[in-house]
């Protein structure tokens, strides 16, 4: 109990996603005075004596305007933030070690502009912008992605103190979203294993080796970038893939017995070195791990799905 009353935030309602939104709505939205607010109610106290102990009207007037305005304020505030809608915005895949960037979109349907709207993540520094009527803003919040893996923003809160800064209003919203987290990959110079010549005739299904020019054809996703006709693309008559012809190509494959004598965060960083070094090799490779065999191919569509393999290898969490 004691506990919990230390880390009472975290008994508030969180206004968690339906479908593919959250909405702060009247039953999420919180609102208590800043430190300015308790300042600015204890000098209208102290004003209040003064103008009780030597009767003075024009104090009675100024102190109840005030407090009047302070009232005004708190409304405001609290409007500020009802109703606003958050939604999952794009998040890309990072490396271990490096800062994950999630992206949040504040959407505003009533017809009036929020200013200084914030969100905040735990005791990391908060992002603020204003949300136009009937528009909206996309926000990034920085993560550090410490290990490979999904990652998850958790409970993110939204804020605001405008207009006067005298009452802060919060609500909590929790998404469905993650970032994927690539094993942070070993220094660069662990020699690549031995490539092997994989033929046609062996049912490869690698398109043709590197010896002689064939043709063009249309780009497809996954492609290697250094087989792209960029003259084609320069004349603007679109983007090509080069086609050759041979009796094979160089195939490499990478296998977890490979590294043996490592422990588990060594092998999987080892992997994920040679994974980029076939690709910026522009070799085909396949991945062998224990649970998942990917076949040889190239591209950058290959290129995550080995490190995404990699990244959740030993892990039962599923996104």
């Known amino acids: 109990m ?8 975290s008994l508030l309602r969180t206004a968690r996603q339906r479908q593919d939104r959250a909405t702060l709505d009247r039953r999420h939205v919180y609102i208590l005075p800043t430190r300015s607010g308790l300042l600015f109610g204890l000098i209208l106290l102290g004003m209040l004596l003064g103008a009780m102990n030597y009767t003075l009207s024009l104090g ?4 109840f305007w005030l407090g009047g305005l302070s009232v005004v304020a708190m409304l405001h505030t609290w409007r500020n933030l009802a109703h606003l809608v958050v939604t999952p915005g794009r998040v890309k895949p990072v490396f271990a070690g ?17 200013h200084a709207i914030g969100l905040q993540r735990g005791e990391d520094p908060p992002a603020l912008d204003d949300v136009p009527a009937d528009g909206e803003i996309d926000i990034c919040l920085p993560v550090p992605a410490s290990r490979r893996g999904w990652l998850k923003p958790g409970r993110i809160s939204v804020f605001t103190q ?18 994927l987290v690539y094993p942070h990959p070993a220094p660069p110079g662990s020699l690549l294993p031995p490539t092997s010549l994989e033929a046609k005739s062996r049912g490869s299904h690698i398109a043709g080796g590197e010896e002689d020019f064939s043709g063009l054809r249309g ?18 008559q679109g983007l090509y893939t080069k086609e050759f012809q ?3 190509q160089q195939v490499l494959w990478l296998s977890w017995d490979m590294t043996a004598g490592r422990d588990t965060e060594g092998r999987v960083s080892l992997l994920a070195r040679w994974v980029l070094d ?7 490779w396949g991945l062998q791990l224990p649970a998942v065999t990917l076949p040889p191919q190239s591209g950058d ?12 290898l030993g892990s039962s969490d599923v996104f």
């Open 60 to 63: 009675f007037v100024l102190v």
């Open 219 to 236: 780009y497809k996703l996954g492609d290697s970038m250094r087989r792209i006709d960029w003259k084609a693309s320069a004349r603007e």
């Open 278 to 284: 076939a690709h910026d090799a522009g070799l085909a």
């Open 162 to 179: 405008f207009p006067l800064g005298l009452f802060h209003a919060w609500g909590y919203v929790e998404l469905d979203m993650a970032c």
């Open 301 to 312: 569509g290959h290129l995550h799905e080995c490190l995404k393999a990699l990244a959740l």
């Open 246 to 248: 041979g009796e094979g």
């Open 98 to 114: 490096e800062t994950a960037e999630f992206h949040f979109v504040l959407k505003e349907h009533h017809h009036r502009t929020r």
């Open 2 to 9: 004691a506990s919990l009353f230390r880390n009472w935030r």
